[in-house]
């Protein structure tokens, strides 16, 4: 049963790409907001790991859709960087803005900087396997 539910999630979520992204996020998250304590700090950290791992493998596989979807390179790579990008952006402002993060924006700001080139890298890197070689 565990994995048939985890084959169901991998069609949605890259597995892989979310425990990095966690991992990041979530000590980036850390750091930012030490200065107001290690509870406040663990809290926002932990959202952010949380976040991270089921939304960003989530939108991360988005990314990938898009970027093969259409014929048109130039639309679909838009397409797949800048719709992931601000959802991203947006959903990680949300879960700072509710109570326990002390620094919502400086909590958004790491995403603000990493996810546009994170998703053009990973949009560029699906669509160019998806093209035939030659």
Known sequence: M???VKEAGARVIDYRM?????AAMGSIVLLVNLP???ASASVAALKQ???T??????ITRACERLAVMEKDRRVTLTLAIVIPSLMAIGFTYIVHSMRGTPEPFL????TILLAPPGFAWWAWKKRAASEPSG
């Open 107 to 110: 909590s958004t700001l790491p």
């Open 2 to 4: 565990l994995k048939s």
């Open 53 to 58: 791992f089921f939304f960003a493998g989530l």
């Open 36 to 38: 107001h304590g290690m």
């Open 49 to 51: 790991a949380v976040y």
């Open 18 to 22: 979310a425990w990095l992204g966690a």
